[in-house]
């Protein structure tokens, strides 16, 4: 991700739009990372451990861009992407369009076991910069932009489509980062 956006800093866009849909993975060390390309101060996350301990993991001065950003999400962001998406939200980094996320916010850690299988067990859960708790309630995206069932399922067995004219989500986030550098002149 850092080099991406180094390579796109250097042809000097003028706004970023990160496709975070259907993104249900990740780890928490790499969310945090990524988000401190785009956030230059302030909380990433806050975890609480089952002893009530709280980590907070803040941006370390060095974000990448401080260019408008869009953030696409929907109820396949779970995870690591509702870590970053909430972080960019919380920080007014970013506008998050699409639909409510996933809603989960714990941090799991797998365990080996002596047949070479393992076994996840939870360790942790997470708030949002603001504390938000969005375990089961999920992200509420700035720009709520719902797709019929005919557009999911074509969007689905058509991914070329995704990020065109021919994805709404995507037309919307268009519309929003327009306005926000209308508003930068």
Known sequence: MGKAIDDLEKQQVVGYILDLRSNSGGLLSTSVEIARMWINEGTIISTIDRDGEIDRQQANQRALTQK??????????????????????????????????????TIQSVRGLGDGSGLAVTIAKWLTPKGRDIQKSGLTPDAIIELTEQQKQRLQTQRQLLGTSDDPQYGKAIEVLSRSLQKSL
Request: hydrophobic share 45%; no cysteine; proline share 3%.
């Open 68 to 105: 408008p950003l869009v953030v696409l999400v929907d109820g396949g962001s779970a995870a690591a992407s509702e870590i970053l998406s909430g972080a960019l939200q919380d920080n007014q980094r970013a506008v998050l369009v699409g639909t409510r996320t996933f809603g989960s916010n």
